[in-house]
């Protein structure tokens, strides 16, 4: 069984011996040339690592030339007979691969060449092997070209045996990378082959995701390959570019052959992949598309089905004209809608089969089924709409006969009997009369008999009021005669009064008053619900909800354009009646020292912010007067501008601070009064904090009420971009209250995030002790994570008022964050996290107040961390190695003026052993232990035993440690002629502690 082949890689120390090696030059028939260059060592070779070079050099090159046989060329110019008969019995009996002669540069002492050249006769055949014995480079080139040898052998072939290893190594790698890259996409297809389709629509979509998702990934690998051997092919040609007259060797030649037919399979491995999945993807968008449809149709089809049964329902007219006119005029467009989508959706189908879909025979049917069904609710349709036409026809006839009516006994009614008595009155209501008589012949009804006749299909019983309006009508007709009798005698000469008559009561109607007549209505529809009418009313309800939602909407536009009037207004005040005056010489004597040139730091940046609001914020806002949910881009548009407030927040404290120095000045109470405020320059200057922070409750209540509208998206991002702008401003206020760092805080990138922490710090040897006591009480820190730093600080009492009542944090110590890992989940509780660097040397243990918040920060470190990964991957050459060696130190100390102190308490006892001290001093002689690089403030985790809740080493920074012997747990190099270096494990004997902390 022939032996599996090997690679560079696997034997590249063997390699780096150079024993024996390829340079690439032919002979003269084609035989590749294998040298063995001086190697003393080489009798001492094993046989198994000789084997290996031999097996792995005879086959790089081609099988073609390898036919050939090789010439081995061995110089052992320098060496002895001996060596050199060795070395060729060696050869003879290991060499795998043919040999068509071996070329030997035997030794150039005169006593080795004289002895090689007696010796070799007699024992040459034992070498069982062509051997030519040379004694010089001139002999061999009668053998080898010069231009196939090595400068070494008097040759002009240029060779560098580390680039041959890296270029061998680097065609081996990529061939197994396209080989395996070939089989993977080999096993995708077959998966994607034998993958059966889902029957219904999500898992389509989801299977369709995650074929797409491991597409993608195959094509990043696909990619990387074809990458990787671009620049295999590069640095191939690389000599090319350099030199154009360079003549490339055998081997380089194969190898270039090797790259460019490798990039070929490549090629063409993702031709047919790409092809094989627009295929699939192509099916599996046919079958999502069928799932939609059959889900669809499902849909439509009982809608159908529910129109069909509602149509057969509604055989008989009721009493409602209202809900008759209503029912016309939407029941035929409801029932369209569900039509016109039936119709929709076979249009869809037959598009599909056009576009050649695989499952034509499942969705031709259904098509065919939806146009019958549509079909017959159509025809349906037509007759019951014809239905209610005739229905409404007669109740418009029948309403009008009623409303003359109505109209006439109200008339009659209303005819005041004063009028009536003269003569003239008489001959007036005479004419009003016979004016309404005469519009009769328009509004009533003419023939019962002749009505029911044309109306017999749609008179249901309860339609046969028909009879009571013709009743009716007669009944007014002949009140009018009457009365029309009546003042005709009235109209005539009179000899005495007469009192006209009234109508009957029983005729009498309660629309004798206009203030409270009732229109009566005789009103048709169907005896069968109908769902559209209360669709109708929701409709109804709906345009008055939008209408009340648009009134909303106006009113915080108002209110936000109103106030940003107000604010430009009262900025402007301030710059003129406080800032100007400042400069004015009449004001000058009331300005107190204190004051003089400070301007720019009571007011900031104030008149930026009022030039940006007056000029360009202000007019893009009124620009959006009459569609208000479209503001938030204006907001979107300027959001970088916005960012001026955080500026002026982080001078806020400054200003604050030189107010209350200044605020009872005769200056500022001069000018209050100029202006007639009631209230001092501090509530002036606090407007933009406000205004930044009105501006998020604005885009809330105008989001509240833009829900669905065209601009809430972007009155939502806007929304956001405030909140983000406010989490900057406040961030920022508290990075600015750190004191203590040495370095730049700008140079550590954004701020992410910050927040107040419980923190333990353990150890990873010698530290056993600490970290039990580190148990118990944690330190208090307050964590800012930068991108590229995490920093830990204390955070200090609050003093003052107002922006001075800020709280200050002192600087304890900062974590690079390139350097650091850190651990999701710690010590069983939900709150805690840990964040380590040096190989888990010192781990922080992070207690957050609540698990959101622990949440949070693990993502955001994350997040950073996956983009220092990603950093890596688009620069191969910086690997996690190489960055570690890059990294700055991932603790920074407190301060440099104490750096002797510090670097002493570098050594000072995490474990300590303690052997002469008193018992007294055995439990205070913790204070100093060192678990970070101040000693004297980082060590928050002890606890004494007399105070073991409460007490605190910051509160005893001034207790010395105790005399006696104690173990060094870390190394310190001395910095000076006067210190003195330790190792990690000596022991010391401390003989005092002074003043400053020293040792």
């Known amino acids: 069984r022939e032996d599996p082949p090997l690679f560079a890689a696997e034997i590249g120390s063997e390699l780096q011996k150079q024993f024996a090696i390829l340079p690439g030059g032919r002979g003269m028939n084609g035989s590749p040339v294998m040298v063995f260059p001086e190697f003393p060592a080489f009798s001492e070779l094993e046989e198994e690592e000789m084997q290996k070079v031999f097996s792995y050099l005879t086959r790089v090159p081609s099988v073609a030339a390898s036919g050939e046989g090789f010439i081995l060329v061995i110089d052992r110019r320098l060496d002895r007979w001996a060596a050199v008969r060795a070395t060729l019995l060696r050869i003879a009996g290991s060499f795998p691969g043919n040999l068509h002669l071996v070329l030997v540069l035997r030794p150039n002492t005169l006593f080795q060449r004289t002895l090689s050249d007696f010796l070799f006769k007699f024992n040459k055949d034992e070498f069982k092997m062509k051997v030519v014995m040379l004694s010089s480079v001139t002999e061999l080139h009668a053998y080898i070209d010069p231009g196939q040898l090595t400068t070494e052998f008097g040759g002009t072939q240029e060779y560098c045996h580390e680039s041959w290893i890296s270029h061998r190594t680097a065609i081996e790698a990529f061939a197994l990378m396209v080989k395996t890259t070939a089989q993977t996409l080999q096993a995708f297809g077959t998966e994607l082959a034998e993958t059966e389709l889902p029957n219904d629509a999500e898992a389509t979509t989801n299977l369709l995701h995650t074929h797409t998702l491991k597409k993608d990934t195959m094509k990043e690998d696909l990619q990387v390959a074809l990458s990787q051997g671009g620049r295999l092919l590069e640095c191939i040609n690389e000599p090319l570019q350099t030199e154009p007259e360079y003549s490339m060797t055998y081997d380089e030649l194969e190898n270039l052959a090797t790259v460019q037919r490798l990039l070929g399979q490549l090629d063409e491995t993702e031709t047919a992949f790409d092809d094989f999945w627009e295929r699939h993807r192509t099916k599996l968008e046919q079958c999502l598309q069928l799932r939609h449809f059959e889900q669809h149709f499902r849909e439509v089809r009982g809608q159908l089905d529910a129109t069909s049964e509602r149509l057969s329902g509604f055989s008989e007219v009721s009493y409602s004209l209202f809900i008759l006119i209503l029912r016309t005029n939407t029941f035929t467009v409801f029932e369209q809608d569900i039509l016109d989508c039936a119709l929709s959706l076979a249009s869809e189908g037959d598009l599909l089969i056009e576009n050649s879909h695989y499952a034509e025979d499942s969705i031709r049917p259904k098509c065919s089924e939806l146009r019958g069904v549509c079909e017959e609710i159509g ?61 009769a012949a328009l509004h009533t009804l003419a023939d019962c008999s002749a009505i029911c006749c044309q109306y017999e299909q749609v008179l249901t019983p309860q339609l046969r009021v028909s009879r009571k309006v013709f009743q009716k009508q007669t009944s007014v007709q002949e009140m ?37 007549r009732e229109k009566i209505l005789l009103i048709v529809c169907f005896q069968a619900e109908s769902p559209v009418v209360n669709g109708g009313t929701r409709h109804a309800s709906l345009s008055e909800e939008e209408e009340n939602l648009a009134v909303l909407r106006r009113h915080v536009m108002n209110e936000l354009l109103e106030t940003e009037r107000a604010y430009v207004e009262e900025l402007l005040c301030v710059l003129e009646g406080y800032a100007a005056e400042m400069d004015n010489p009449a004001m000058a004597p009331l300005i107190p020292n204190t004051l003089l040139s400070k301007k720019d730091v009571l007011f900031g940046n104030m008149s930026e912010i009022h030039q940006f609001h007056k000029r360009t914020f202000l007019k893009e806002l009124e620009a959006y007067t009459d569609c208000p949910e479209l503001v938030g881009r204006c907001f979107l548009e300027r959001m970088k501008d916005l960012q001026i407030y955080e500026a002026y927040c982080q001078n806020k404290p400054r200003s604050e601070s030189l107010w209350r120095q200044c605020s009872d000045c005769a200056f500022f109470q001069e000018c209050q009064k100029k202006l007639e ?49 406010l989490k900057a401003v406040n961030d920022s206020m508290h990075l600015i209250a750190i004191t203590g760092y040495e370095g730049n805080l700008s140079e550590l990138g954004r701020l992410l995030m910050q927040g107040s922490f419980s923190v333990w710090t353990e150890h990873k040897k010698g530290h056993a002790k600490v970290k039990d006591l580190a148990r118990f009480k944690p330190m208090q820190r307050h964590l800012f994570l930068h991108q590229k730093a995490l920093l830990f600080c204390k955070r200090r009492e609050e003093n003052g008022e107002g922006y001075e009542k800020a709280p200050s944090y002192s600087f304890k110590h900062s974590l690079s964050m390139s350097a650091v890992g850190f651990t999701e989940n710690a010590k069983g509780d939900n709150k805690k996290f840990e964040i380590w660097c040096n190989s888990r040397d010192e781990v922080f243990i992070v207690q957050a107040p609540t698990p959101e918040i622990k949440t949070t920060w693990v993502n955001e470190i994350r997040k950073v961390l996956t983009q220092q990964l990603k950093a890596c991957r688009v620069h191969p050459y910086l690997n996690s190695n190489n960055l570690l060696l890059l990294l700055f130190s991932p603790f920074r100390s407190n301060g440099q003026k104490n750096q002797k102190k510090q670097e002493e308490k570098k050594a000072e006892p995490s474990t300590i052993s303690e052997v002469n001290s008193s018992p007294k001093h055995r439990g205070k002689s913790w204070n100093k232990a060192s678990l970070s690089v101040d000693a004297s403030e980082e060590n928050d985790g002890y606890s004494s035993s007399e105070d073991p809740i409460t007490s605190e080493p910051e509160d005893d920074v001034g207790k010395k440690l105790a005399p006696g012997k104690y173990t060094v747990v870390a190394d310190c190099e001395k910095a000076g002629p006067q210190e003195l270096s330790v190792k990690s494990g000596d022991m010391v004997q401390l003989i005092r502690e002074g003043e400053e902390g020293q040792w």
């Open 677 to 725: 405020h009631k209230l001092g320059l501090d509530s002036y200057l606090l407007k933009p904090v406000q205004r930044i922070t009105k501006y998020q409750l604005l885009l809330k209540e105008m989001l509240k009420y833009s829900k669905g509208c065209d601009g809430s998206d972007h009155l939502q991002e806007a929304l956001s971009s405030i909140l983000g702008i």
């Open 379 to 439: 025809s349906t349709l037509r007759s019951k709409k014809n239905l209610l036409l005739r229905a409404m026809e007669l109740h418009q006839a029948l309403e009008k006969a009623s409303r003359w009516c109505e109209e006439g006994i109200f008339l009659l009614a209303s005819q005041p009997v004063d009028r009536c008595q003269s003569q003239d009155g008489a001959e007036a209501a005479l004419q009003e009369l016979e004016r309404y008589l005469d519009t």
């Open 480 to 516: 009018f005669e009457k009365r029309r009798i009546s003042l005709k005698k009235l109209a005539a000469k009179q000899t005495r009064p007469v009192q006209p008559v009234a109508p009957r009561p029983e005729v009498k109607s309660p629309l004798s008053s206009p203030k409270k």
